[in-house]
């Protein structure tokens, strides 16, 4: 029986590999999410085998309760907040392993951790440490969640020795996990717990939302890293497999988007350590200037006339769930002979791959959708940029105020296009809280309204 058991986790790990090689393409993504939703049943079906037949009836509660509140999550949830559910998710994952690790301290019997007596040092490590991680992941997340929610300013919010009493936590958990293996108590492992969640919290807290994206995939790693802690606590090898899985590609992923914006990933991983907490200031006088304003119909007559045309999608796309109108838009585009493209920053929306994920769901076609390295320098042979609720990651500061919040940070070169549209309800700042120098360029129209009704607009004064 063990021999199947072993088999059949093999066989959800490699599904689990294949998950993530799918997910690595969007052309086959939609594969690599069957193998990961094919290896969760057989993991989880498999683990069932191993239970207590007097417990499976609670099991299946469990997993009533859980599976319909997640089909109600699914079917009602906007893609505008998928990012902020991501980071919902992250801190369950925390907070289970906080609840396993506790569980296990409190009956170590009942995890088959005594031996001689006593439970073993290394179990207490694994104990220690999956509580630590989880509690990091469970209040990190939820400080993710309030940002991203609105909830929480996602200005970066800092103090006087921030980072000093970071420190000190730090060090303090570390000797708390040190006399928690010597001598464990139930004043230790609450103490490990409670420092590690005020961590957290402290560490997220000072991130601006520019680097929102890149803290929503560390959590990821660190609910990887949890779930890996657990694993070894349950004695399960795979939920070992799995949170490595997790914590590894979310790591890797993380170091990938902070260096595309030219980033230290350490100093995200710290909470913005060295960051300037008065850099986040905006342009001053910047909403004085003028702009030029423009219309629907303008903006249909300057790309009918256009033969390239390149679309940069933001967060304002998907808060009015323009997606769907903007391709219809752009399919009308070349029918009159223009070129299109979509150009998506690593940083675009909420969190990774935000924009493409809209797309996708509005069947853009994949051969369209570049990357940043790949069409910036498409930008000056660009007839127009149409520039759809996207804001920081265009904005010209970030090559050109040190003192910004946003520089050194690579953009998209949409000023570099004959003519910029610039689809925005207001001239309110960007999620990084600074003016888009963008707004004021002689070459930029501002079309102010609801980007969806923008968009159906156009396609009408385009066809009319």
């Given at each position: 029986?063990?021999?199947?058991?072993?088999?059949?986790?093999?066989?959800?790990?490699?599904?689990?590999?294949?998950?993530?090689?799918?997910?690595?393409?969007?052309?086959?993504?939609?594969?690599?999410?069957?193998?990961?939703?094919?290896?969760?049943?057989?993991?989880?079906?498999?683990?069932?085998?191993?239970?207590?037949?007097?417990?499976?009836?609670?099991?299946?509660?469990?997993?009533?309760?859980?599976?319909?509140?997640?089909?109600?999550?699914?079917?009602?949830?906007?893609?505008?907040?998928?990012p902020?559910?991501?980071?919902?998710?992250?801190?369950?994952?925390?907070?289970?392993?906080?609840?396993?690790?506790?569980?296990?301290?409190?009956?170590?019997?009942?995890?088959?951790?005594?031996?001689?007596?006593?439970?073993?040092?290394?179990?207490?490590?694994?104990?220690s440490?999956?509580?630590?991680?989880?509690?990091?992941?469970?209040?990190g997340?939820?400080?993710?969640?309030?940002?991203?929610?609105?909830?929480?300013?996602?200005?970066p919010?800092?103090?006087?020795?921030?980072?000093?009493?970071?420190?000190?936590?730090?060090?303090?958990?570390?000797?708390?996990?040190?006399?928690?293996?010597?001598?464990?108590?139930?004043?230790?492992?609450?103490?490990?717990?409670?420092?590690?969640?005020?961590l957290?919290?402290?560490?997220?807290?000072?991130?601006?939302?520019?680097?929102?994206?890149?803290?929503?995939?560390?959590?990821?790693?660190?609910?990887?890293?949890?779930?890996?802690?657990?694993?070894?606590?349950?004695?399960?090898?795979?939920?070992?497999?799995?949170?490595?899985?997790?914590?590894?590609?979310?790591?890797?992923?993380?170091?990938?988007?902070?260096?595309?914006?030219?980033?230290?990933?350490?100093?995200?991983?710290?909470?913005?350590?060295?960051?300037?907490?008065?850099?986040?200031?905006?342009?001053?006088?910047?909403?004085?200037?003028?702009?030029?304003?423009?219309s629907?119909?303008?903006?249909?007559?300057?790309?009918?006339?256009?033969?390239?045309?390149?679309?940069?999608?933001?967060?304002?796309?998907?808060?009015?769930?323009?997606?769907?109108?903007?391709?219809?838009?752009?399919?009308?585009l070349k029918?009159?002979?223009?070129?299109?493209?979509?150009?998506?920053?690593?940083?675009?929306?909420?969190?990774?791959?935000?924009?493409?994920?809209?797309?996708a769901?509005?069947?853009?076609?994949?051969?369209?959708?570049?990357?940043?390295?790949?069409?910036?320098?498409?930008?000056?042979?660009?007839?127009?940029?149409?520039?759809?609720?996207?804001?920081?990651?265009?904005?010209?500061?970030?090559?050109?105020?040190?003192?910004?919040?946003?520089?050194?940070?690579?953009?998209?070169?949409?000023?570099?296009?004959?003519?910029?549209?610039?689809?925005?309800?207001?001239?309110?700042?960007?999620?990084?809280?600074?003016?888009?120098?963008?707004?004021?360029?002689?070459?930029?129209?501002?079309?102010?309204?609801?980007?969806?009704?923008?968009?159906?607009?156009?396609?009408?004064?385009?066809?009319?």
């Amino acid at each position: 029986m063990s021999s199947v058991i072993a088999l059949a986790y093999l066989f959800s790990g490699v599904c689990f590999i294949m998950a993530l090689r799918g997910l690595a393409s969007p052309e086959s993504a939609r594969r690599g999410n069957l193998y990961g939703v094919i290896g969760m049943v057989v993991a989880i079906g498999t683990t069932l085998t191993l239970a207590e037949a007097s417990s499976l009836w609670l099991i299946a509660v469990a997993i009533a309760v859980g599976g319909g509140i997640g089909a109600v999550v699914a079917l009602k949830i906007k893609m505008t907040a998928l990012p902020q559910l991501v980071a919902a998710f992250h801190s369950l994952v925390g907070l289970a392993a906080v609840l396993v690790a506790s569980a296990a301290f409190v009956n170590p019997e009942a995890f088959g951790l005594i031996a001689g007596g006593a439970v073993h040092a290394s179990s207490l490590v694994e104990m220690s440490l999956g509580a630590a991680i989880g509690a990091v992941t469970f209040t990190g997340s939820l400080v993710a969640f309030a940002k991203l929610q609105g909830l929480v300013t996602g200005k970066p919010l800092v103090f006087r020795f921030q980072h000093a009493l970071n420190l000190l936590l730090a060090l303090g958990a570390a000797a708390l996990f040190v006399v928690f293996a010597l001598e464990p108590s139930v004043p230790a492992f609450a103490g490990i717990v409670a420092v590690t969640m005020l961590l957290g919290f402290l560490l997220i807290l000072p991130i601006g939302g520019a680097d929102m994206p890149v803290v929503i995939s560390m959590l990821n790693s660190y609910s990887g890293w949890a779930a890996a802690a657990t694993g070894f606590t349950l004695q399960n090898p795979l939920l070992i497999i799995t949170g490595a899985l997790v914590g590894a590609s979310g790591a890797i992923l993380s170091y990938i988007m902070c260096k595309g914006m030219n980033r230290s990933i350490f100093n995200v991983i710290l909470g913005g350590f060295g960051s300037d907490g008065g850099s986040a200031a905006a342009a001053a006088g910047g909403a004085a200037r003028s702009v030029k304003m423009g219309s629907a119909e303008d903006a249909a007559f300057i790309m009918k006339n256009a033969s390239s045309v390149i679309i940069v999608p933001g967060y304002g796309m998907a808060v009015a769930q323009a997606q769907h109108t903007l391709r219809e838009m752009a399919d009308q585009l070349k029918a009159n002979g223009v070129k299109v493209r979509y150009a998506i920053h690593p940083v675009a929306g909420r969190m990774p791959g935000h924009m493409n994920v809209l797309l996708a769901e509005a069947n853009v076609p994949y051969d369209e959708v570049m990357e940043l390295e790949e069409i910036n320098r498409d930008f000056a042979q660009a007839d127009v940029a149409f520039v759809i609720g996207a804001n920081d990651v265009t904005n010209p500061a970030a090559k050109t105020d040190p003192k910004s919040p946003i520089y050194g940070m690579p953009i998209l070169d949409v000023e570099k296009a004959k003519t910029v549209l610039f689809v925005k309800r207001s001239m309110a700042s960007g999620y990084a809280g600074v003016d888009n120098e963008l707004f004021f360029q002689s070459n930029t129209m501002m079309l102010f309204g609801d980007a969806k009704q923008m968009c159906e607009d156009i396609v009408k004064a385009a066809k009319s």
